[in-house]
């Protein structure tokens, strides 16, 4: 079945710190992987994923990933309090019409 | 572009009743997609369509849930009746497709808050 994991669950940071969010997937047929930020409403686009080892980047935001080991990573530097949010990881795989299955999440929490 | 438009933006009924749910894609799009988002369960697919066809409604929880969609600007999730349990926020969200690809990222509604009591 496939699926998608990140890691950690939650995180808490001060503003300045740098942190990395994990996302692994188990999938067939992959096509990209993406990454969203949802804060108190709905999920918002951040990055699209489809091929190995280039770094997509905006701002103090950048994510990258890796086909054979089955993961993507997005860092984030130096946090402000408008990071925090969810940051969803979701695939899209075989002929899906762009169909999204989705992680958990991981709840990042920035204080001042 | 107003983005995708999703109503009601809260709901609160009672156990039994039919809630019906709206939703707007944005205009261009021809893939549709419903999710429900619980604390317990992330977000999770229910049913989607492309070019106003159903295409998988597998994720759909039980036969109290119906989607439609008449024309390429309108869908509708319906549940009746309501249950305590299918309280959760509602998105649809819309992408455009080629063949069976995606072209650009799902855009998703600010969602609708349903409440069952």
């Known amino acids: 079945e496939d699926k998608v994991v990140q890691s950690p669950l939650s995180l808490v940071v001060h503003e300045g710190d740098t942190v990395t969010l994990n996302c692994s997937y188990e999938?067939?047929?992959?096509?990209?992987l993406l990454w969203y930020k949802q804060e108190k409403k709905a999920p918002t686009f951040l990055f699209m994923l489809?091929?190995?080892?280039i770094e997509k980047k905006s701002g103090r935001l950048s994510s990258i990933l890796d086909k054979k080991e089955l993961f993507s990573i997005l860092n984030i530097t130096a946090t402000q309090t408008g990071d925090s949010a969810i940051y969803l990881c979701a695939f899209s795989g075989g002929t899906s019409y762009g169909k999204l299955t989705f992680g958990q999440g991981t709840i990042l929490t920035v204080h001042p | 572009d107003a983005g995708v438009i999703q109503s009601p933006r809260h709901e609160v009924t009672e156990m039994g009743q039919e809630v019906t749910l709206r939703c707007k894609p944005i205009s261009g799009h021809n893939s549709l997609f419903w999710y429900r988002q619980t604390m317990m369960r992330g977000l999770e697919l229910l049913i989607y369509?492309?070019?106003?066809?159903?295409?998988?409604d597998s994720g759909m929880p039980e036969d109290r849930f119906s989607a439609k969609m008449p024309n390429a600007s309108f869908s509708t999730l319906k549940i009746q009746p309501s249950e305590p349990r299918d309280s959760a926020v509602y998105f649809c969200?819309?992408?455009?497709?080629?063949?069976?690809?995606?072209?650009?990222?799902?855009?998703f509604g600010n969602g609708t808050r349903l409440t069952v009591t």
């Open positions: 999938v067939t047929n992959f096509r990209s």
């Open positions: 969200a819309s992408s455009l497709a080629l063949g069976q690809g995606p072209i650009s990222p799902l855009h």
């Open positions: 489809t091929s190995s080892g």
């Open positions: 369509f492309n070019n106003n066809v159903p295409i998988d």
